[in-house]
Structure formats: structure tokens, C-alpha cells
Nanobody, 124 residues
């Protein structure tokens, strides 16, 4: 069983930056690929980024466009999402998740453990 807690969300002006954190407990963190997703009210949860257990990463090209970077610190059992050049369209609840089923790192169904989410609001 893995528990995930996100933090670092908040209100920021367009063009600003935020760094989200996701702290894990339980399980063997270093062996998990971790994902970041975003969700607006009434919409599906969308893939943002994944950071693999070995340190590689993948990003959604359409929404991120090299503005976001994910990293991990296995000693701290924490993954991060650095978000730069934020836009009002980036306003969403952001979730981290642990990859448990091999359906693809960009698929919601691949992740068996989820955090509670953290709100990111970007003002224009």
C-alpha cells in the first residue's frame, strides 16, 4: 500500500512558477514509476508527466511544451513537478500517482495509487 500526499499548489500570476511535491509512504518508492495528472471540474483526468523508476521522464507535449519538469528524490521518497511560464489554462487540480499496471505511463488506468490532489490556479 502506497500513500501519496501532494503539496505546493496555490495561486500564481501568469508567467510565474510553482513546484509541486508528492511525498510517498509505504511500498518501495524507488521501484515505482510516478505520474502527474491534471483535472478540471467535470472533465477527465489528463496526463501531464511521468518519471520512471530509473529516472527517465515523459511529458504530454501538447499541454506542457517543455514548461514542466518532473524529478524525483528517492532518499526523500518524493517526486516533484516544476512548472514554469504558467498560463491560466494550466489552472487545474494536479494529482500524483504510482504506476502499478502496465497499460502505459500516460493512462489513468495504469496507476493504482493516487494522492488527494493540489489546486493550481493561474491568474491572468
Amino acid at each position: 500500500q502506497v500513500q501519496l500526499v501532494e503539496s505546493g499548489g496555490g495561486l500564481v500570476q501568469a508567467g510565474g512558477s510553482l513546484r509541486l511535491s508528492c511525498a510517498a509512504s509505504g511500498g518501495t518508492f524507488s521501484s515505482y514509476t510516478m505520474g502527474w495528472f491534471r483535472q478540471a471540474p467535470g472533465k477527465e483526468r489528463d496526463f501531464v508527466a511521468a518519471i520512471y523508476w530509473y529516472g527517465g521522464s515523459a511529458y504530454d507535449p501538447e499541454s506542457v511544451n517543455r514548461r514542466f519538469t518532473s524529478s524525483r528524490d528517492n532518499a526523500k521518497k518524493t517526486v516533484y513537478l516544476q512548472m514554469n511560464s504558467l498560463k491560466p489554462a494550466d489552472t487545474d487540480v494536479y494529482y500524483c500517482a504510482a504506476y502499478t499496471l502496465d497499460f502505459g505511463s500516460d493512462r489513468v488506468g495504469s496507476y493504482g495509487y493516487w494522492g488527494q490532489g493540489t489546486q493550481v490556479t493561474v491568474s491572468s
